[in-house]
């Protein structure tokens, strides 16, 4: 059987790490946005909807940058049916995980929790029913 050895010497630096590298994603999956992040019917809930237990918890993990929206959401998510006053967001069925997305939560939502978290956001566009116009246009946006 053959053996490996890593030797590490701390005193042997290439190059600092970038802080974006510790980073995470936020998706429209189970409880990650609604009941989750955002629940403005909470009783722990800020100004804003966000709850501030989870956003006490999300401190301890000291990230520097969130992807949103996170994971297969992505692929048909259309940010424009996130924008604008909640009260006239469209309700969509959600194919990727099956389920109804009121679109409560959305770009100017992620970006004010960013902004509270102190997080660089990360827009992750749609590359499986979007266009590259609806990119540009968020990019714009």
Request: hydrophobic share 35%; proline share 6%; charged share 25%.
């Amino acid at each position: 059987m053959k053996t490996a050895t890593i030797n590490v010497d701390p005193s042997h630096v290439i190059d600092e790490v970038s802080p974006l590298v510790f980073g995470g994603f936020i998706e429209h999956m189970g409880r990650c946005v609604y009941e989750g992040v955002y629940d403005p019917d909470s009783t722990v809930a800020d100004e804003d909807g966000f709850r501030t237990d989870v956003m006490d918890a999300l401190r301890e993990l000291q990230m520097t940058i969130m992807r949103y929206p996170g994971g297969n959401f992505a692929s048909g998510y259309h940010w424009e049916d996130g924008v604008g006053p909640q009260e006239q967001r469209p309700t969509v069925r959600e194919l990727a995980w099956q389920s109804i997305e009121t679109n409560a939560f959305g770009t100017d939502e992620f970006l004010k929790l960013c902004r509270k978290m102190q997080w660089e956001p990360m827009m992750a566009v749609n590359l499986g029913t979007g266009t590259p116009e609806e990119a540009r246009n968020w990019v714009e946006y």
